[in-house]
């Protein structure tokens, strides 16, 4: 069976981690299929969004620890010390972060260790009020590997990372939506067509302006503000001179929906 599905619908590019009998848990295989699939879906102009979820009633419990437990596997290597065959690979979580096609992640249902990872590292979390985060890293004696101890500070402040990290609790939806980490909460049952309607209105908008938006986000994490300032400048020059552009001034005098090609 393959454990990543690729599914493509129009603009939208749909991942499902498929390894439903053990919740998604992570294997060396699929962090292979789920980069091909993410640069996949990059290198297609016509995705315009890309959605991350798992099938069954998990998303994701993160690294298979029964085959780290018998030392098989991507933990059993890890505790092995054989971390040049990671350092090698371009990984999902790193991938994810350099898109500039705009991610949403389907919590579907719990999300632990690399799968709360995974989640962190898309732009957009909608969640099933069935679901769960699990960030119990410090009850495994591990830390957030790929990307947690990055994404947690920016993503609800110091205090509230350490508060998530340290103590290790289960975070219901209820309370993942209190904290800022995921964007709404619907019941099961909305899950897929909220996520469906918010996809349909990601793809209306300007492709072009849209990753570029993103890339200056990602970029002003690590930018002064002038410096900032001057790459949103020529962004902007470049932007103003697309065919998007003209479309949408045209649209917005015109009082209809604009049709943009990402030209």
Not at 23 to 49: C, F, G, K, Y
Not at 81 to 98: D, N
Request: net charge neutral.
């Amino acid at each position: 069976m393959d454990e990543l599905l690729y599914e493509k619908a129009g603009p939208v590019a749909r991942l499902t981690l498929n390894r439903p009998e053990r919740l998604n848990a992570i294997t060396v295989s699929m962090l292979d299929r789920l980069t091909e699939a993410l640069e996949d879906a990059e290198r297609d102009d016509t995705v315009r969004v890309v959605v991350l979820t798992g099938a069954g009633r998990g998303f994701c419990s993160g690294l298979d620890l029964k085959d780290a437990a018998q030392g098989r596997g991507l933990g059993g290597a890890l505790q092995k010390g054989a971390v040049r065959h990671l350092s090698t690979r371009r990984l999902p979580t790193v991938v994810l972060h350099q898109l500039d096609t705009p991610t949403i992640c389907a919590l579907n249902g719990p999300a632990a260790g690399y799968g709360l990872d995974l989640a962190l590292g898309c732009d957009l979390r909608i969640m099933s009020a069935s679901a769960t985060l699990v960030p119990g890293f410090a009850k495994r004696a591990i830390i957030p590997e790929s990307g947690g101890t990055w994404y947690l500070p920016r993503l609800v402040g110091w205090a509230k990372a350490c508060e998530i990290g340290f103590l290790g609790d289960d975070l219901c939806a209820e309370r993942a939506l209190a904290l800022g980490l995921v964007n709404t909460v619907v019941p099961p049952d909305r899950l897929d067509p909220t996520v469906e309607s918010w996809c349909a209105k990601i793809a209306a908008n300007a492709p072009l302006a849209i990753r570029a938006m993103k890339r200056l986000y990602r970029h002003g994490l690590g930018e002064d503000f002038e410096a900032h300032s001057h790459h949103v400048l020529m962004q902007l020059m470049q932007l103003v001179r697309s065919e998007d552009f003209g479309e949408g001034v045209t649209a917005f005098i015109e009082r209809r929906a604009p049709q943009f090609t990402g030209r």
